[in-house]
Antibody, heavy 119, light 111 residues
Framework: QVQLQESGPGLVKPSETLSLTCTVS????????WSWIRQPAGKGLEWIGR???????NYNPSLKSRVTMSVDTSKNQFSLKLSSVTAADTAVYYC?????????????WGQGTLVTVSS | NFMLTQPHSVSESPGKTVTISCTRS????????VQWYQQRPGSSPTTVIY?????PSGVPDRFSGSIDSSSNSASLTISGLKTEDEADYYC??????????FGGGTKLTVL
């Protein structure tokens, strides 16, 4: 069964770039769409974007100017960069494997990693 | 752009049946699939319904999903409620301009 694990700094300074990696184990990263989703404390879920293993991406229009996603199939990893962060970007960040097809939903999720934006 | 609106909270007794609604603000609820996610306290979300009414393997058949075009809404129904069903539930759908959208979440309390 595929497992996803997020990793990266838990603390990022305002105006800097948040960088996270999701490592996929128990299956190949190839031929799937992979997403990032975040959740501020006590609030709901927000979709950040998705990447296909070819490198093709789609981003949330509200975050598009600050988001970059990439994939490294040799390491079975995909990554998220979010630039010019503010306190509003403090959240638990989840990576997920998409259902595929016309579902546009998540099939399985990582455990999440808390990122705090603070000086 | 569209939004998905869920009740903030619902509660019901063990053994009973509860239904959580998810209303799409614009565009047809039938135009794109709806997923439902369960998030227990302190845990990451898990998928309980995908493609409107499909259950992933391992999800009990007490969980069912449906859509109603007349009310432009989707519903998650949980029958035979158990205390372990107490969680936040999120609906999610898509359109080509907004992409993925989540509902605000519903807190289910099993009294």
């Amino acid at each position: 069964q595929v497992q996803l694990q997020e990793s990266g700094p838990g603390l990022v300074k305002p105006s800097e770039t948040l960088s996270l990696t999701c490592t996929v184990s128990g299956g190949s990263i190839s031929s799937y769409y992979w997403s990032w989703i975040r959740q501020p404390a006590g609030k709901g879920l927000e979709w950040i974007g998705r990447i296909y293993t070819s490198g093709s991406t789609n981003y949330n229009p509200s975050l598009k100017s600050r988001v970059t996603m990439s994939v490294d199939t040799s390491k079975n990893q995909f990554s998220l960069k979010l630039s010019s962060v503010t306190a509003a970007d403090t959240a638990v960040y989840y990576c997920a494997r998409d259902l595929g097809g016309y579902s546009y939903g998540a099939e399985c999720w990582g455990q999440g990693t808390l990122v705090t934006v603070s000086s | 752009n569209f939004m998905l609106t869920q009740p903030h909270s619902v509660s019901e007794s063990p053994g009973k049946t509860v239904t959580i609604s998810c209303t799409r603000s614009s565009g047809s609820i039938a135009s794109n699939y709806v997923q439902w996610y369960q998030q227990r306290p302190g845990s990451s979300p898990t998928t309980v319904i995908y493609e409107d009414n499909q259950r992933p393997s391992g999800v009990p058949d007490r969980f069912s999903g449906s859509i109603d075009s007349s009310s432009n809404s989707a519903s998650l129904t949980i029958s035979g409620l158990k205390t372990e069903d107490e969680a936040d539930y999120y609906c999610q759908s898509y359109d080509s301009s907004t992409d993925v959208v989540f509902g605000g979440g519903t807190k289910l309390t099993v009294l």
